[in-house]
């Protein structure tokens, strides 16, 4: 295993996940661009249009368990073909559709096939690397960021030329190379050949995952968990008895998802109501994308060398969202929205990868908690970006004003600081005293 910390076929690997974030997720979070196109072509307001994307979320949180269900059965590569191709075929169905509800039925398709490419490119990097991690998964997040650096106008160029039909069309033959991301993911066989050294004896080494399950209620008997004990290990509700510093940073992930792809989703819409081109208010989510990925890599520079703790940089990254989405509606100047699509774009690029590490951080190290922790965290945040869509969609076909979306929005941000507060505190005071200790064995 230490042998693939020194790059080989674990950075191709890395390469492999990278793309799959462009093609995935950077498309799924610049979509908003075609909102107009399908509320003039199906008849219907701009809000319902949204509502396509706002689906998107909430199926991959929830299909995220069958996909890594499967993964455990049948491994990364074979899922991933699977997941690719399912979304390649969706995209390439979403420019046949004749009506908004056939567009929800190709955008679940999607959903599904998201969901299955996303976690085994995420899972893959665990296979290849275990020192350098953290590295790994920072350079295949960063995809996300490039995604939405280079798809909007992309996407621009494809529907001023050949229409969103067919701009759809050739976006799901580009997006046929995550076949090729998904050929790429193959099995570490020396990890493989290192877990069967370790696990020598046991007859049926396949089932070795099944074995330790039945060794362990075994112990308790022929009494069988029940499906509820069962839901209840796997999402955590354990550490939100015990931790209420937990509850408050599931709560507070929840709200802010609500806000932050809320407002992201309807920031190309918000643009072109102010009367700016679409070109140019497709450039905005790219100034978005360079945003996200000067956030990602900057804090994380800031925290190795400790200029910056987690905490600090959560909150603060959270008060800087707040603000820049309450300002989003004041001014209709393009080059103020550019300079705020960048700022919204840092703060959004802090705020995205602390929300999978704030939560192990708060119920700590105890292996039987952390798991379950992210994967809630996970689920929580697609929930609140579906709501936070549907919300926004709503309170737009509800008013007609663009600026009542953000305000709503911005109250919610400003909402998800003070529920974080007091977990922030007491985070804080533990980095102070982890400080003191370290200042002490220093001395």
């Given at each position: 295993?230490?042998?693939?910390?020194?790059?080989?076929?674990?950075?191709?690997?890395?390469?492999?996940?990278?793309?799959?974030?462009?093609?995935?997720?950077?498309?799924?979070?610049?979509?908003?661009?075609?909102?107009?196109?399908?509320?003039?072509?199906?008849?219907?307001?701009?809000?319902?249009?949204?509502?396509?994307?706002?689906?998107?979320?909430?199926?991959?949180?929830?299909?995220?368990?069958?996909?890594?269900?499967?993964?455990?059965?049948?491994?990364?590569?074979?899922?991933?073909?699977?997941?690719?191709?399912?979304?390649?075929?969706?995209?390439?169905?979403?420019?046949?559709?004749?009506?908004?509800?056939?567009?929800?039925?190709?955008?679940?398709?999607?959903?599904?096939?998201?969901?299955?490419?996303?976690?085994?490119?995420?899972?893959?990097?665990?296979?290849?690397?275990?020192?350098?991690?953290?590295?790994?998964?920072?350079?295949?997040?960063?995809?996300?960021?490039?995604?939405?650096?280079?798809?909007?106008?992309?996407?621009?160029?494809?529907?001023?030329?050949?229409?969103?039909?067919?701009?759809?069309?050739?976006?799901?033959?580009?997006?046929?190379?995550?076949?090729?991301?998904?050929?790429?993911?193959?099995?570490?066989?020396?990890?493989?050949?290192?877990?069967?050294?370790?696990?020598?004896?046991n007859q049926n080494l396949a089932d070795d995952g099944s074995q330790h399950l039945a060794d362990d209620s075994s112990n308790f008997g022929d009494t069988k968990p029940s499906i509820c004990a069962k839901l209840s290990k796997a999402f955590g509700i354990p550490a939100l008895c015990i931790n209420p510093h937990f509850v408050l940073t599931i709560l507070t992930i929840f709200i802010l998802s609500m806000a932050l792809f809320g407002a992201n989703t309807f920031l190309i819409p918000r643009s072109e109501n102010a009367g700016i081109q679409k070109d140019k208010s497709a450039l905005l989510m790219s100034c978005f994308g360079i945003g996200g990925m000067a956030g990602r890599i900057g804090y994380g520079?800031?925290?190795?060398?400790?200029?910056?703790?987690?905490?600090?940089?959560?909150?603060?990254?959270?008060?800087?969202?707040?603000?820049?989405?309450?300002?989003?509606?004041?001014?209709?100047?393009?080059?103020?929205?550019?300079?705020?699509?960048?700022?919204?774009?840092?703060?959004?690029?802090?705020?995205?990868?602390?929300?999978?590490?704030?939560?192990?951080?708060?119920?700590?190290?105890?292996?039987?908690?952390?798991?379950?922790?992210?994967?809630?965290?996970?689920?929580?945040?697609?929930?609140?970006?579906?709501?936070?869509?549907?919300?926004?969609?709503?309170?737009?076909?509800?008013?007609?004003?663009?600026?009542?979306?953000?305000?709503?929005?911005?109250?919610?941000?400003?909402?998800?600081?003070?529920?974080?507060?007091?977990?922030?505190?007491?985070?804080?005071?533990?980095?102070?005293?982890?400080?003191?200790?370290?200042?002490?064995?220093?001395?």
């Amino acid at each position: 295993m230490g042998d693939t910390d020194k790059g080989g076929w674990g950075y191709v690997v890395v390469a492999g996940s990278h793309l799959v974030q462009i093609l995935l997720m950077g498309t799924a979070g610049s979509l908003s661009i075609v909102f107009s196109e399908w509320a003039y072509d199906f008849n219907t307001s701009i809000g319902s249009a949204s509502m396509v994307l706002g689906i998107v979320p909430i199926i991959v949180g929830l299909f995220s368990p069958v996909a890594a269900a499967l993964i455990g059965r049948f491994g990364c590569r074979p899922i991933a073909f699977i997941g690719g191709t399912i979304a390649v075929s969706a995209i390439i169905l979403s420019s046949y559709v004749q009506s908004l509800e056939h567009l929800y039925y190709s955008f679940v398709m999607l959903s599904i096939g998201i969901s299955m490419s996303y976690a085994p490119s995420i899972l893959i990097l665990g296979e290849y690397f275990k020192k350098r991690i953290v590295l790994a998964n920072a350079i295949s997040f960063v995809g996300i960021a490039t995604g939405q650096l280079i798809i909007p106008p992309f996407l621009s160029f494809l529907f001023s030329t050949y229409g969103w039909r067919g701009g759809f069309f050739i976006l799901g033959a580009v997006s046929m190379h995550l076949l090729v991301s998904a050929a790429i993911f193959r099995p570490n066989r020396r990890r493989y050949k290192n877990r069967e050294h370790v696990s020598k004896g046991n007859q049926n080494l396949a089932d070795d995952g099944s074995q330790h399950l039945a060794d362990d209620s075994s112990n308790f008997g022929d009494t069988k968990p029940s499906i509820c004990a069962k839901l209840s290990k796997a999402f955590g509700i354990p550490a939100l008895c015990i931790n209420p510093h937990f509850v408050l940073t599931i709560l507070t992930i929840f709200i802010l998802s609500m806000a932050l792809f809320g407002a992201n989703t309807f920031l190309i819409p918000r643009s072109e109501n102010a009367g700016i081109q679409k070109d140019k208010s497709a450039l905005l989510m790219s100034c978005f994308g360079i945003g996200g990925m000067a956030g990602r890599i900057g804090y994380g520079i800031l925290i190795d060398r400790r200029y910056l703790t987690m905490a600090s940089s959560f909150m603060m990254a959270i008060v800087m969202s707040s603000i820049e989405i309450f300002l989003i509606p004041i001014l209709d100047n393009y080059a103020f929205l550019v300079c705020l699509s960048l700022l919204f774009g840092i703060s959004s690029g802090i705020i995205s990868p602390l929300c999978m590490v704030i939560p192990r951080e708060v119920v700590g190290s105890t292996p039987d908690l952390v798991t379950p922790a992210i994967g809630l965290s996970m689920l929580t945040a697609t929930g609140g970006q579906s709501i936070g869509v549907l919300l926004s969609a709503i309170i737009y076909n509800t008013t007609g004003r663009y600026s009542t979306v953000y305000y709503v929005l911005g109250g919610l941000a400003t909402l998800s600081a003070l529920t974080f507060f007091p977990t922030y505190v007491t985070l804080r005071r533990r980095e102070m005293e982890e400080e003191q200790y370290e200042k002490a064995d220093n001395n």
